[in-house]
């Protein structure tokens, strides 16, 4: 498998995302949920389908809930076959209610671009922001799965050879 991400430069500054991902000749991909920081010891979920409000534990701040993400993220993918190093697109969702400076400048995206570069700089360097992570997309919402949600990260990885 050959996997190549695109860095996207303006003028002579390299940006904190990637222009794409080309893959070629890989076994397959997975495609990841949105992940959160809901506690995995959690023995309080309720689904819809069991009472009338949706609920679970959330761990507390935007840079616990991304830290827990990324560690699930790390876990699931090695469960699946791919890894890290294999991922090939990620998608931020960031609660509002309201980015009049835009998503990118909210409290809550800088705890998580501040995360998300300490948590890389442990497990895969070459995707801190300083260097070529892959694409990101970076969304601002309303709401995401539960109340205390502040953080969902998608992801799309290709299990290599």
Not at 5 to 12: E, F, K, Q, S, V
């Amino acid at each position: 498998m050959e996997k190549k991400i695109y860095p996207l430069y303006y003028g002579d500054t390299l940006m904190p995302w990637a222009k794409g991902t080309v893959v070629k000749e890989a076994k397959g991909f997975v495609f990841l949920a949105g992940t959160e920081g809901l506690k995995p010891e959690s023995r309080d979920i309720k689904l819809l389908h069991e009472v009338d409000k949706f609920s679970m534990e959330v761990v507390e701040g935007a840079a616990a809930q991304t830290r827990m993400a990324l560690e699930k993220i790390k876990s699931r993918l090695e469960e699946l076959g791919s890894s890290l190093d294999n991922i090939a697109k990620v998608i931020f969702y960031v609660k509002g209610p309201d980015f009049p400076d835009g998503v990118g400048n909210s409290p809550t995206w800088v705890k998580a671009y501040n995360t998300w570069n300490e948590f890389f700089k442990e497990n895969y360097p070459d995707f801190c922001w300083d260097k070529n992570p892959p694409p990101v997309d970076l969304i601002g919402v309303a709401g995401l799965g539960a109340k205390e949600m502040l953080i969902e990260i998608a992801v799309t990885a290709v299990i290599g050879d």
